[in-house]
C-alpha cells in the first residue's frame, strides 16, 4: 500500500502533528496539508519535507516560524534558502507588530505573565527580529554557501538584492573561496572584518577597494614619510 496509509491517516485531523513530521509523506498529501493545516503543523511540515515545490511554498509562508523550520529542514535547496535570506516575498507581519503597535521592544521586565515572545523580539515595522532569526536558521544550513553562491552572481545585476543580504550573510561568503572576493569590496561587510582582511596580506588588496573602510585605515597603511 505505497503512500496509501497517508491517504487513509489524512482524514484525521489529530494526526496531521505527526503525518507532517515525517519524510515520507507523499507529496500530494503533503500539499494537502499546506493548503489545510494551521501553523504548528506547517512547520513540522517545514522541517521534515523534502519535495523542493513544497518547500518552495513553505518558504513564502506570511509565518516566521514556518520559514524559519524551513531553514532548518536538510532537504531545503540553494534556490530556496536563498529565498529566506533575502525575505522572498517580503515578510508582511511577524509575531512583534501582530501584537503591539510598532515599534516595539520586548522590556527585559516584561510585565505580561502570559508573554510568549522571546528576549530579543522587537519591530520597527521591519520585523527585523523575525527576519533575523530566518536568516540565522538558514545560514546554519549546510547548503548555505550555494545559496550564497547563487545570490551573489544574481546580485552583479542587482545590487539592491546584495545589499539586502546584509553584514551576516557577507560574512559567511568570506568563509568560500570563490565568494570571498566578491564579498570583501561589499560596503555592508561589516568593518572589522574588512580589518580583519587588510591585516592579511592576501586580501588586503581587496579590503583597501572597499569603499567603506575609512580613510584613516588606509593612511595608517602608507609607509612614514
Ligand atoms: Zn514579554
Ligand atoms: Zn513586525
Known amino acids: 500500500m505505497p503512500g496509501g496509509w497517508a491517504e487513509l491517516l489524512v482524514g484525521r485531523r489529530e ?23 494551521d501553523r504548528p503543523v506547517l512547520v513540522e511540515l517545514a522541517e521534515a519535507q523534502p519535495d523542493p515545490g513544497v518547500l518552495a ?34 515578510l508582511e507581519s511577524c509575531e512583534v ?21 522571546p528576549g530579543g523580539a522587537a519591530c520597527d515595522g521591519s520585523h527585523q527580529y523575525a527576519r533575523h532569526t530566518i536568516v540565522e536558521a538558514a545560514l546554519g544550513h549546510p547548503a548555505v554557501l550555494a545559496a550564497l553562491l547563487r545570490e551573489l552572481v544574481t546580485a552583479e545585476h542587482n545590487v539592491a538584492t ?3 543580504v546584509g553584514g551576516p550573510t557577507l560574512t559567511a561568503c568570506l568563509r568560500d573561496r570563490r565568494a570571498r572576493e566578491r564579498a570583501a569590496v561589499h560596503p555592508a561587510l561589516p568593518l572589522d572584518r574588512i580589518r580583519a582582511l587588510l591585516a592579511d596580506p592576501a586580501t588586503a588588496h581587496l579590503a583597501a577597494a572597499n569603499p567603506a573602510l575609512p580613510a584613516a585605515d588606509l593612511l ?6
Do not use: F, I, K, Y
Open 15 to 37: 494526526l496531521w502533528l505527526e503525518l507532517a513530521s515525517s519524510e515520507w509523506l507523499p507529496v500530494e498529501v503533503a500539499w494537502r496539508l499546506l493548503a489545510e493545516a
Open 162 to 164: 546584495l545589499r539586502a
Open 97 to 117: 507588530c501582530e501584537r503591539h503597535p510598532v515599534p516595539w521592544t520586548h522590556p527585559p521586565d516584561c510585565p505580561d505573565p502570559d508573554c510568549e515572545l
Open 57 to 90: 511554498a513553505l518558504a513564502a509562508h506570511p509565518s516566521q516560524h514556518v520559514r524559519q523550520a524551513v531553514g532548518r529542514n536538510p532537504a531545503a535547496p540553494p534556490a530556496v534558502l536563498a529565498d529566506l535570506l533575502n525575505d522572498r516575498p517580503p
Open 220 to 225: 595608517r597603511l602608507m609607509p612614514p614619510p
